[in-house]
């Protein structure tokens, strides 16, 4: 079946204009991530969402970034005012959480933001 | 918390010797631990993983790794280099609660010589 998709593969942007970054995971997953990797921090954790409770949004670096997933299925990852550190790939992953911490994660091909 | 390490962020090793990639963990409960690799400007893909039962886990492309409780490694190792395994790997473990969100390594890059 498909897998997670995500949109755009790449976007490049200026300083202080807003983003937003899509994913679709894979049908049926209820948990959904977000990771960023970039140079120098490696990858790290975003934002959780599972099913219809409140996300996790622990991972988030600053109130600049937010994200909503609508009908428990795409998501979509905001960075407004976007400054130049934010450039990196920013990674979707979903999982059936049916097994929950065994579970695997499945990710995407990620989306490769530049920040001018 | 846990934690991640993996020794050696870049890795060369000849067409048909002996590939070894290194991952350490930390976790005060029984870690879940897994490998994926990403090829360039693709995602992660996952290798192998480790849960529970038998501590040699066999994974795709002839990969295989070792959970060694008593070394807290879970090292990646696969018999004879092919060109086509030269890309990032990356050793991650699950959070043992809540989000079981990845905590990743740093990555090891591995490169393939003819």
């Known amino acids: 079946g498909a897998g997670v998709s995500q949109s755009p593969s790449n976007k490049v942007t200026e300083k202080g204009k807003d983003v937003e970054l899509r994913c679709d995971p894979i049908?049926?997953?209820?948990?959904l991530y977000w990771y960023r990797q970039s140079l120098g921090q490696g990858l790290e954790f975003l934002i959780y969402?599972?099913?219809?409770?409140?996300?996790?949004k622990s991972g988030l670096p600053s109130d600049r970034f937010s994200a909503e997933r609508t009908g428990g299925s795409v998501s979509t990852l905001t960075i407004q005012r976007t400054q130049q550190e934010d450039s990196a790939v920013y990674l979707c992953a979903s999982s059936p959480l049916a097994g929950g911490r065994t579970d695997t994660q499945y990710f995407g091909p990620g989306t490769r933001l530049t920040v001018l | 918390a846990q934690s991640v390490t993996q020794l050696g962020s870049h890795v060369s090793v000849s067409e048909g010797a002996l590939v070894l990639l290194r991952c350490n963990y930390s976790s005060s409960v029984p870690p879940y631990l897994f490998w994926y690799v990403q090829y360039p400007n693709q995602g992660l893909q996952l290798l192998l993983k480790y849960t529970t039962g038998a501590t040699l886990v066999k994974g795709i492309n002839g990969f295989e790794a070792e959970f060694k409780k008593s070394e807290t490694s879970f090292h990646l190792t696969k018999p004879s280099a092919h060109m086509s395994d030269a890309a990032e790997y990356f050793c991650?473990?699950?959070?043992?609660?809540?989000?079981?969100?990845?905590?990743f390594g740093t990555g090891t890059r591995l490169k393939v010589l003819a």
């Open positions: 969402f599972q099913g219809n409770s409140a996300p996790d």
């Open positions: 991650a473990v699950s959070e043992a609660s809540g989000t079981y969100k990845y905590i």
């Open positions: 049908s049926g997953h209820t948990a």
